[in-house]
């Protein structure tokens, strides 16, 4: 047991928060599958800020209502959805244009490594028995203007994920940055990794200790 | 006279034979030309290369087409899913091949086909092992992986509504990959809810122009539901 466990920083809702703090007004933004949906829950209120869905949808709502429901009408996870009022529909190359021609502000991308130098690994881990699948994940990595990634800053046995080189097969290199966390949010700069915040309870040591790659604290 | 339309479904499909290259529509459930699959079923065809986003699901569609061993090989995006256990079961077995490539170069490769381009270049993937074997070059200071057209030996698409001279329209989030794979197969057939007369879609609205499909046949509504949230 590593000293970790004890400390648990945000919650992933809290995360999610977070990351919804640093979304400005009028931003197009894609939510990965997994833990950065939850951040489409978490966008103020009082910013317009417009989700784009893979398969074809700028201006994304939430679940449907039993009336609303659209069989047809899903997000990138196949789950139910609706559209926002000014909402539109396109087909795949065109929304894939979107996302690889740098016509989206923030891709969020859940990750199972960062590096130092902003590369990341989200899409496979290597394990030969399970097939590879990439969908839309190196797409997102290389074409949107800012790249957040979101996951919890150890993985369950304590091993930190924010490291100098990633172990697993990458997703793209040099992409990542913000890395968001339960323990801090870090930015990912030129000349390395520096503390924006550290989550409640958190401190310097503490998270340098958790942390394989080095830290420029705050 | 112009008229795309066929009578049924097993006339929309004829001429599929053993080995052929198929583009089939949807993501997920989502726009998946399910009753055309059907027809493939039974048309008892063998070997193809069915280049979908997904694995198919349950045990509809591009999951019985594997589940009854006529997929010689999968290009897709994603095959994994929540109820992809024939995608599974086959790949596993080492019966069925694989290609993974990301999805918008999936999109991009289909693009080109009907564009009638010799491939392009682009930053996805290039620094990553799905890159292997394939030919890099520095644009701009950005690495760049080369990648083929992809185009088909027929289309399986679904849309909404169609005219005799093959507009179509399409419902909400179904469109997905239909108007790209439209253009890049020899020959394109499209399932549709329902027959319109000509002039009854507005010109403005028709998403693919008939110029790009050959055989459309009217099946009704959609059969397949997404999960709910």
Redesign the interface.
Known sequence: MTQTHFVHGWSIDQVAARIAQDIPDGSFVNLGIGQPTKVGDALPADREILLHSENGILGMGPTPTPDQFDPELINAGKMAVTLLTGGSYFHHTDSFMIMRGGHLDISVLGAYEVSVNGDLANWSTGDPTHPPAVGGAMDLAVGAKAVFAMLTHTTKDGRSKIVRECSYPLTASHVVDRIYTNLAVIAVQSDGLHVVERAPGVSAEFLTAATEAPLVQC | MIDRRVADVHEAVSGITDGAVLLVGG?????IPAYLCDAVLDLGVKDLTIVNNN?GSGETDVAALIRENRVRKLIC?????SNSHW??RR??EGTLE?E??????M??R??AAGAGLGGFF????A????ANGKETRLINGRLHVFEEPLPGDFALVRADLADRWGNLT???????????MCTAATTTIVEVREFVELGDLDPEHI?TPGIFVDRVVAVGA?T??????
């Open positions: 993501f997920g459930n989502s726009g694995g995006s994603y095959p994994r899913a995608f599974s790949w596993s694989l993974v490539i990301p999805q918008g170069t999109s991009e289909m693009r682009t930053p996805t993937g620094d990553t092992e799905l399409y419902h909400s989030a179904a469109r997905n990959f239909g108007p790209t998403i959609p397949l539901m997404p999960k709910s949230a």
